[in-house]
């Protein structure tokens, strides 16, 4: 069984908190990790695809880390904003076609 | 719009009836995948399409067929739905390796079978 867990299950934060979350997956057989952004009524949205142990990837005020030989990735986001209410999807990938998503952390930011 | 488009949005259907839902993108991308969604769990990849003319069985792939029917259209089929198979159902699509590309996702299909 390939268990792709995610952590917190759920976040409620004040705006302009800063917070992150880690996504932990199996340490051997890594071929890359992708990190989706999940907004209620709408479909997933890649937000960043990880491949070497290390990767640091940014976009705007997200990043996101990865450890490949601990097998875990976390997401950050800097100064949350009500728009950053969604759930964010982290999926282990295997092979060119085997992902296995985990289950999201949902976050919601009050204004 | 660009992107990938699933039909319907909605589905109630009764035990034992059969259906298929219909995914395409235009994005003219090589793989395309059928996954779905349960409270409490992850997505799950049902069926895949790695190019025109191939399928894969997924990780759930028992009680439904798929037919890739040009690069654009993928299908879902249920032949005899049962109330397990309630769900939400993603289609998505990819181009190039995922080392690389992440996946673009319709809008969903929520099927309900009582």
Redesign the interface.
Known sequence: ILN?EQSPQSLHVQEGDSTNFTCSFPSSNF??L?W?RWETA????????M?LNGDEKKKGRISATLNTKEGYSYLYIKGSQPEDSATY?C?F?RN?????????TRLTVKP | NAG?TQTPKFQVLKTGQSMTLQCAQDMNHN?MYW?RQDP??????IY?S?SEGTT?KG?VPNGYNVSRLNKREFSLRLESAAPSQTSVY?CASRDG????????????TRLTVV
């Open positions: 792709v071929y890359a992708h989706y709408k479909s997933p949205e890649a937000l960043f695809v491949t999807l999926a990938i060119n076609n085997d992902m296995r998503f985990g289950a999201g | 990938v793989s996954y409490g769990m992850g997505l799950r990849l895949y790695a894969d990780e993603f390796t995922i080392l690389s590309y992440g996946y673009t996702f319709g809008s969903g």
